[in-house]
């Protein structure tokens, strides 16, 4: 529709659909903006009503950041989520800063181990299916479940983790 087109009226015995300006090139004279023409808009484009951004107070938004992190050390709503956390000591589960010295994944396997956190990254690792619906096109074939936050400092040394199928998975009897 940004077209700088108009139509030549009656008289012509053309239709009196907008027609590009201008001489010279293939483009001038041809249709412009309706929907039969070529390069010209939808006869009636979707409509989307959804208010995609909504506003939230400030002092909303930090007391729900703070009521979810704050949820996360009540252990029925952790297993409602789905989460397998019944043999770990306590949530959430805080170690010293000397864990952040790991680098090897076979160590850091060895802690999950002895804390019982295996179970909750097996499954994990098990649950990777194929998206229903369309979305499977659009670059969201597979639906992973989530598992366990790991946060550290950023050191160069620390191992790594990722949101799909983490390496040190393979480390862990299934």
């Known amino acids: 529709m940004k077209t700088a087109s108009l139509s030549w009226g009656t008289g012509r015995a053309v239709a009196r659909i907008p027609r590009m300006r201008g001489s010279g090139t293939h483009r001038s004279g041809q249709g412009a903006n309706g929907n039969m023409c ?86 994990v690792r098990n649950s990777k299916k194929l998206r229903a619906g369309i979305g499977k096109i659009r670059n969201r074939r597979f639906k992973n479940r989530r598992g366990p936050l790991i946060i550290g400092d950023e050191k160069e040394h620390q191992f790594r983790q990722s949101r799909e199928k983490p390496s040190w998975c393979r480390f862990l009897e299934c």
Not at 64 to 84: C, F, M, S, W, Y
Request: without cysteine.
């Open 38 to 123: 070529r390069a010209g808009r939808m006869a009636h484009p979707l409509r989307v009503w959804r208010r995609w951004h909504r506003k939230v107070n400030l002092k909303q938004r930090r007391h729900a950041l703070a009521a979810a992190i704050a949820a996360t050390a009540v252990p029925p709503l952790v297993l409602a989520r789905g989460h397998r956390v019944m043999g770990v000591p306590q949530l959430p589960l805080i170690f010293s800063d000397s864990i952040n010295t790991i680098s090897k994944a076979k160590e850091a396997v060895k802690i999950f181990k002895r804390f019982n956190i295996t179970d909750d990254i097996l499954r």
